[in-house]
């Protein structure tokens, strides 16, 4: 009993002296606060209370605990910081008053900033939008490469393919005026240099002499039948037996760009 009065009369002086204003806003600690009875614990913080109390540190003292607590005034008044504290077995048991007293230097009312009217502040705007705008950009430029990337794809296949289909029709063309002999000295040359340079390329016969290219070519089961049939078309006269187009240029039926150079038809 005498230690349980004593104790009373420690927080009754505690409890005088705190009563000394404190400022708004600046932390106040109080160390080795001797609480008699089971152990308290600071309850949560309510943002709209005019007091912050928080328990900084327990420790064993006999039978009960002495406690470092914390607390910062929000207004100015005077409070309890004793109604911020509970008893952490559940226990009704009071806690003894910790009044305090703040005081402020501001004119009366004026102790928080002032919440902002609506419209104050933009309703769009900060780095999460500005991260958005930005994702949705860079997703948008994507999107527009990969169609670029894709259409040009398309346009360089379209345009290999006209350029085939071109070469492979003026090859026809070529081949059909030699077989009617409406071709001049000077075009089935070219079009027999053309058709050489395309299968020395073709059959890596770049490093042998064309004494040696011809004859092998001639005996070559693709390139040999157009260029045997140019040189028989040479020496015989018109009109000449059909002959099969079709047999003559399979081989090149899938001629690639630039794969064969040709004069332009219609030249004299």
Known sequence: ????????????????????????????????????????????IDPKAPLAVRIVAVRPHGTTFRYDIEYVALEAGEFDAAAALKRKDGSAAPIPAIPVRAESKLGPGIVRPHAPKLGDVPGLG?????????????????AVLVWLGRKRRQATAAAHARRAQTLSERLRDLVQRAHAG???????????????????????????????????????????????????WLHAPPPRPPVDMQRLLAPYRDLQDDELELAPTGAR
Request: charged share 20%.
């Open 1 to 44: 009993m005498l230690r349980r009065a004593l104790s009373w009369i420690l927080l009754a002086g505690l409890a005088h002296a705190q009563l000394a204003p404190v400022r708004i806003g600046i932390p106040v600690r109080v160390t080795d606060l001797v609480i008699e009875g089971s152990e308290v614990e600071a309850l949560p």
């Open 182 to 232: 409406e071709l001049s000295e000077r075009e089935r040359a070219e079009l027999e240099m053309s058709l050489v340079a395309h299968w020395r390329r073709r059959l890596a016969l770049h490093d042998q002499p064309a004494s040696a290219v011809l004859p092998r070519l001639r005996a070559h089961p693709e390139a040999g039948p157009l260029l045997v049939a140019l040189e028989e």
């Open 126 to 142: 900060g780095y999460r939008t500005l991260m958005i705008a930005l994702g949705v950009v860079w997703l948008a430029g994507l």
